[in-house]
């Protein structure tokens, strides 16, 4: 994890507004130190997330961008109590938000901050003018020193809204209340927010009304965190079947990095106007673990039998999958097309074509659309008594075949 960090703070430069938000990864599993070796060590419940049980990851993302280049998972309540800054500020939030701040190499450049309300406080606000950044975010539960009760009591029209200005540690500090159904509560470090007039703030009968420009840039910057994850859901990590927490947090790790990949191809696209050779994360996402699984990105080693080919002079064939990559069995299923599913009870079973023994799984992929009147391609299921690994044998057979 540490050695994952540092290199994002090596190769990649943020622009001047960041976000920090939430990643979920979801499991079902044991958890806690007495759940034994598979357990996950913390796990926590969002319910607003669409995955609401899991390890909970928070990153800084850039809002240009879209790339992760600071993270940093929960952990026990306990453990995390004895990070960083936490005993010094006495704000938890606040200390994971400088924290990521750190591991970005952004402290001292004047980077804007926009968070959510998990992360929005006075503390958090004070914490980052002290280190050369600037913040935006609202303020729910964490009020303290936060003057949340008297924006609520005044009394303003649909539309309209108040503030109150104040000076920290020779830093200037705005809060906001503004009027939509209830009074929402803000805060920011700047001296004032004028009004300004937003297409997307209108009335009924579309006429734009005026908007402070401390939620024009709130509701402009915070969803950079928000469009990373919907880009990771496409690769349906949360699908991955496995009985070990610690692997199900890696795979989203690797999800992780296969996104920010796909964003710098997005950059370096743009960039150049070229066309793009990829429509899709998924398109971008499965030639890149293809070749993950064969040992044949970048500057990787080829496999044994390639090089012995290759001092033969012999022609190059299709590269073979090692052994080594073969071991986590049907953990490849995440990252293939094949998806195994159960047949419907009533409509009876099939013989499994990699070992010939009865079953109601098949692939969804490679059958046909209407399997009672096509192909189907039967297949054990992922979790069988013999540990039988007829999964893995089909994907891999699908990657042999380059499909």
Same mark, same amino acid.
């Given at each position: ?301 080829? &496999? +044994? @039998? !390639?090089?012995?080919? #290759?001092? %033969?002079? $012999? *022609? &190059? +064939? @299709? !590269?073979?999958?090692? #052994?080594? %990559?073969? $071991? *986590? ?75």
């Amino acid at each position: 994890m540490k050695s994952l960090v540092s290199h994002m703070r090596e190769v990649l430069t943020a622009s001047s507004i960041l976000t920090v938000d939430d990643t979920m990864a979801g499991w079902q599993g044991r958890v806690g130190p007495h759940g034994g070796g598979k357990a996950l060590p913390s796990s926590y419940f969002i319910r607003s997330k669409p995955t609401p049980h899991g390890a909970q990851i928070r990153n800084m993302a850039c809002r240009e961008t879209h790339i992760i280049f600071s993270l940093e998972i929960m952990e026990r309540a306990d453990d995390m109590a004895q990070k960083t800054y936490n005993k010094e500020f006495g704000n938890a939030s606040a200390a994971q938000v400088v924290r990521l701040l750190e591991n970005a190499n952004c402290v001292g450049k004047g980077k804007m901050v926009v968070e959510d309300s998990a992360f929005g406080s006075v503390r958090t606000a004070i914490e980052l003018a002290q280190r050369g950044s600037y913040f935006v975010g609202p303020v729910k539960n964490a009020s303290k020193f936060y003057p949340k009760k008297k924006l609520q009591e005044e009394r303003l029209g649909k539309g309209q809204w108040t503030q109150y200005k104040a000076e920290v540690g020779g830093k200037a500090m705005l809060a906001l209340g503004y009027k939509r159904d209830q009074v929402e509560t803000y805060i920011a470090t700047t001296s004032s927010s004028v009004a300004v007039m937003d297409a997307r703030n209108v009335d009924r009968a579309g006429k734009k009304m005026p908007y402070p420009e401390i939620l024009q840039t709130y509701y402009s910057n915070h969803s950079a965190v928000d469009i990373f994850n919907h880009l990771l859901s496409s690769l349906n990590c949360d699908g991955f079947k496995t009985h070990s927490g610690t692997l199900r947090v890696f795979m989203t790790l690797v999800g992780v990095c296969l996104v920010n990949a796909y964003n710098c191809y997005r950059c370096d696209v743009e960039l150049l106007k070229e066309d793009a050779e990829y429509e899709s994360m998924r398109a971008f996402a499965d030639p890149v673990i293809k070749k993950l699984l064969t040992n044949t990105i970048g500057a990787a080693p080829q &496999p +044994a @039998a !390639a090089r012995a080919r #290759a001092a %033969a002079g $012999a *022609a &190059p +064939a @299709a !590269a073979a999958v090692p #052994a080594r %990559a073969l $071991a *986590a069995g049907d953990r490849l299923r995440v990252f293939s097309r094949c998806e195994i599913v159960p047949y419907p009870r009533d409509q009876g079973k099939g013989l499994c074509e990699q070992c010939g023994r009865r079953t109601r799984f098949y692939c969804t992929d490679c059958s046909s659309t209407r399997p009672r009147s096509g192909r189907v391609i039967w297949l054990c299921g992922l979790e069988t008594k013999g540990r039988r690994q007829c999964v893995r044998d089909h994907i891999v057979s699908r990657l042999k075949q380059g499909r």
